[in-house]
């Protein structure tokens, strides 16, 4: 691989600058992308999905945990599978305490979902140390329903909201092939006793995905800053600093 070039200071100065200005006009678009998401229309879970649980079998709205927003991540773990997608497990190693604890200040849960049986997941949570909710769908229609798992035979085929024959043109038709577990994430939202699907993310539009700011971009509520007030030492360092949002 090669190096950049090596440049004297003002040099490097003005291509930094040039660059700067694609980086701002990209974060204006992300946010206006943020913007559009927030503003998307939502669709209302009517089917009481069941998930087993270590404590037992946990109702959809129990995932929740009081809060109003769910994030779930669509983990690749196939029931006849001993151990989860590699890929999936990297993303998982990431999920910390603290990542968890920011969205559930922001009144936003995560829990993980798979399809293989409970014990396997139990077993695979425990060898890997993690501690983050982890629930299984096997027996239920939740990952056919969200399209992460794919078999013909049980529902149309539809993958990053492509059908067979538009996943045909793209070289992708193997995914009408038996059956297949996929990547994503999807997002809740509660209102009341409603419980409502606002979005979901696959292929690699998971690669977009970071810290707590992140996920919180793909949420109907957002990051919910403007609803805070700031208060002490903070929020007059906060105020002295200079707009770099522009």
Known sequence: MSLPRVVSRDEWLTERKALLAEEKAMTRARDALSTRRRELPMV???????FDTPSGPAHF????????????????FDPGWEEGCSSCTAAADELSSGLLAHLHARDTNFVVVSRAPLDKIERYKDSRGWTFPWY?????????DFNVTIDASVVPVMWNYRTIDELGQLDMGWLGEGSSEQPGYSMFLRDG??????????????????????????????????????????????????????
């Open 44 to 50: 209302k879970i009517d089917k009481d999905y069941v």
């Open 136 to 144: 299984s769908s096997f027996g239920s229609d939740f990952n056919y």
């Open 193 to 246: 006793d409603s419980l409502f699907h606002t979005y979901s993310v696959y292929a690699r539009g998971t690669e977009m995905l970071g810290g707590a700011y992140y996920f919180l971009d793909l949420t109907a509520l957002g990051r919910q800053e403007e609803w805070e007030e700031p208060k002490g030492r903070a929020a007059d360092v906060r105020a002295s600093l200079p707009d770099f949002s522009t």
């Open 61 to 76: 709205e129990d995932m929740f945990d009081g809060r109003r927003q769910l994030i779930v991540q669509h983990f690749m």
